[in-house]
C-alpha cells in the first residue's frame, strides 16, 4: 500500500474567476482547511491501493464512505460487491474515506486494521465531513489520473445503494468509451434550498443563481475514466462548490462540454413500496437502502424467480 502520496491540483485562491457561476467560496461550518502555496492543492493520500489497476480495468466504481460506516462498506462486500470479482469483466470496488474528525481519532486504527484484510481502500488527508464531498471526489479523480488510467469507466456512489450489475453492465456496454458524457438520474431547474434546517441549505449569497444548472444525483453516475482530466482542469479555474453533484456534474461538466445522459434505472430515492426484486430487476442503481435492505434484496435476487 502507498501511503502518503501527494498530487497537485491547482484549485483557486481567491473568489473570483467563476465565470457565469455567481457563487461565493466560503468553506462553512466543519469544511476542511487547506493550504494554498500559489494556487496549489496538494491532495494527500494517507492510504492508497496502488497496484488496484495493474491490468486493464473495464469499470472501477468508487464507493464514497464516511469513516465509522464501517457496516455498509461490509454489507456491500458481502452483496453486490462478489458479483465483481467473479465476472469475466475486470471491475475493481474500491471506498473512499477521509480522515476520522478529531474527537473520533480511534477510528483510524479501524480503517489500518480493515485495509489490511481487504485491500480496497482509498483514505485522503482530509476530514471526513460532508461539506468535503467535492474535494474528495477530485481526489478520486486524481487517484484515477495517477494510479488507474487504464480504467474505461469510472462510477462514483454513495454506500447506502444497491448495484444491479447485469443492468448496469448493459446500459455502461453501451456508452462509447471516448464519448463525453454523464451517465445518471438527471435533476432539472432545481434551486437552492432556503430552510435553515434542512442538510442542504444554502446560505444566502453562496450561490447568486436562482436555479443550479442541471445535474444528475451524487447518489451514483458513471463515464468513461478520461474525463476526469477535463473536469480536474475545470475545478483549478473556480472555487470549490460544496455540493458535489451539482458541481462535478453541473458546473464542472458543463464548463467541460460533457453531457448529461439520464437513466431512468438510476433511482436515487428508495421506492416507497415494499422492496420487490421482480420489480425493479430492471434497475441499474437503487439509492437509500439500509445495511439490512442491501443483503434481503441480495438475496431475494437469487431466489427470484421472474
Known sequence: MLENNKIKNNFPTSQTGAGDEKFHYNHGAGYQKVNY???AFNMEFKISPD??????VFLVIAVCSAVQRVNFRNAIRETWGTFAQKRHLPIKI?????LPQESYPEFQSVINAENSKHGDIIQLNLVDNPSNLSLKTLGVFQWMNTFCTNSQ???????????NFPALLRKVKDIPPRSKVILGHMI???????NRNDPWYNPPGFYKNRTYPNYVSGSAYVFPTFLTSALLEQSRKIPVFWLEDIFITGILARKANISLV?????????????????SYKTAEVIHGFS????????????????
Not at 497496484?51 to 486493464?56: F, K, P, T, V, Y
Not at 474500491?94 to 477521509?98: D, K, S
Not at 445495511?291 to 421472474?306: G, L, R, Y
Open 37 to 39: 502555496n500559489q494556487g
Open 51 to 56: 497496484s488496484l489497476c495493474q491490468n486493464d
Open 94 to 98: 474500491v471506498f473512499i474515506l477521509g
Open 153 to 163: 469507466f469510472l462510477m462514483k456512489t454513495d454506500d447506502d445503494l444497491y448495484i
Open 188 to 194: 432539472q431547474g432545481a434551486r437552492p434550498i432556503t
Open 262 to 278: 439520464n437513466s431512468d434505472g438510476f433511482l436515487y430515492m428508495k421506492p416507497s413500496t415494499v422492496l420487490d426484486y421482480c
Open 291 to 306: 445495511t439490512e435492505e442491501i443483503i434481503k434484496f441480495w438475496k431475494f435476487s437469487h431466489v427470484a424467480n421472474c
